[in-house]
């Protein structure tokens, strides 16, 4: 027998007669999945009939006891006497295993970290989502489960969506804020008037308008009117120069939603959290105007050398314009001149531009909002000129 064979052996034996043979029976039956109640010694199982438990009777001290019932599952689920450790390092949370046989495997074997394993795992399907969200329901769980397409539009998104709504009052960080807004604002998962609900508590959670940013840029709620002279420019854009990229762009930002996507921008803004909600943001913007980009990342990384780009671009006296510059420029009256400099220069902006600031810096706050001014400066001037 080898060492890790006899080791796991020895600790088998530390079970009491009774519970190895209700967990022989409990296994036998086919469970679900499994999760340990420690504090009861309460093994649960999820079955296909609804719950069943199994409570533990230690003859050993309490963690030497569930270590030991953790590896008769192992052996019983895995088939080999002190393998689960070894087995649960090559998975924990970098999702390496697709096949489904053996993510249900790891729900059997009442450990966190192996549920925390099916979760992040590529073949995480709607039924092993709703397995591991009865074996651990948590909103780092949560999160990582609607991340996955086929668990966002299966019977479970609106079950993890409705969890993440009860919990976002609680939340502290504000990364996370953002990201379980932009979640739960996927397709299905949330009615209107939840929707409208999240967007009145942006006013005092700034954070939660980049979630709407970067689930909703182009269907925002409560839109404005469009901008005074947008009917002048699609006027002046009518035929060939409004279907070039450029003019496209420019008519949207002009139009009712293009006008909620710079104001929210602008609610952004104002007082951001932290780093990690200033590099959303921006990455935001960067994603509206990718097609001005054609689809390639915005690298600038000085606002000031974007907006000089942006004059010369206006001005027909730089190479590299988004497709369509010209002609917008040519037919477009000059009153809305500026308008079309704002968006050229919104086409550069990108998470590049924080770089220089964010190397440099892990300032959080109003620090780190006034170390931001040489970026956020010329924007809020681009947003601006884009607004009444």
């Known amino acids: 027998m080898s060492a890790r064979a ?22 036998e039956n086919g469970p679900l999945a499994i999760r340990i109640d420690e504090p009861s010694m309460t093994l ?38 002190g393998g689960y450790p070894v087995y649960i390092r090559r998975w924990t949370r970098m999702g390496q295993e697709r096949d489904e046989r053996s993510l249900e495997r790891l729900l059997l074997l009442g450990e966190p970290e192996a549920v925390v394993a099916v979760v992040h795992a590529p073949g995480l399907t709607d039924e092993l989502a709703r397995r591991a969200w009865w074996a651990m329901p948590t909103p780092e769980n949560a999160r990582r489960m609607l991340l996955s397409p086929a668990v966002a539009a299966g019977s479970m998104g609106p079950v993890l969506a409705e969890y993440l709504l009860e919990w976002l009052p609680f939340e502290q960080e504000h990364q996370a804020m953002v990201e379980i807004v932009q979640l739960v604002l ?55 120069p409004g279907a070039t990229l450029v003019g496209q762009a420019l008519l949207e930002l002009l139009s009712a939603q293009g006008q909620a996507f710079l104001a929210t921008v602008e609610l952004a803004l104002r007082r951001p959290a932290d780093q990690p909600v200033v590099i959303l943001l921006f990455e935001a913007i960067e994603a509206y105007f ?3 980009r054609g689809g390639a990342r915005a690298g600038e990384r000085e606002a000031e050398a ?7 671009w206006l001005a027909g006296e730089a190479s590299g314009a988004p497709p369509g510059t010209r002609e917008v420029a040519a037919v477009l009256p000059e009153g809305l001149h500026p308008q079309l400099q ?12 924080l770089d220089p600031i964010f190397g440099r810096t892990d300032a959080v706050g109003s620090v780190m909002r006034r170390r931001l001014e040489p970026v956020t400066g010329p924007l809020r001037e681009a947003l601006r000129a884009l607004r009444p």
Request: aromatic residues 6%; glycine residues 8%.
């Open 6 to 27: 006899g080791a796991g052996a020895t600790r088998a034996a530390d079970l009491s007669p009774e519970d190895t043979l209700r967990l022989s029976v409990l296994l």
């Open 44 to 81: 649960r199982a999820l079955t296909p009939e609804g719950e069943a438990s199994v409570r533990l009777h230690p003859t050993t001290g309490t963690e030497r006891y569930l270590r030991a019932v953790r590896e008769f599952l192992s052996l019983k689920v895995l088939g080999a006497p």
């Open 186 to 240: 996927q397709p299905g998962l949330i009615g209107e008037e939840a929707r409208l609900g999240l967007w009145q508590k942006a006013r005092q959670r700034n954070s939660y308008y980049v979630g709407f940013l970067r689930a909703l840029p182009r269907a925002l709620p409560e839109p404005p009117p469009p901008h005074p002279q947008a009917a002048a420019a699609a006027a002046a854009l009518a035929g060939g």
């Open 290 to 292: 990718a097609a001005l």
């Open 306 to 312: 974007a907006r000089a780009r942006a004059a010369a």
């Open 342 to 353: 704002a968006l050229l220069f919104l086409a550069q902006v990108g998470e590049a531009m």
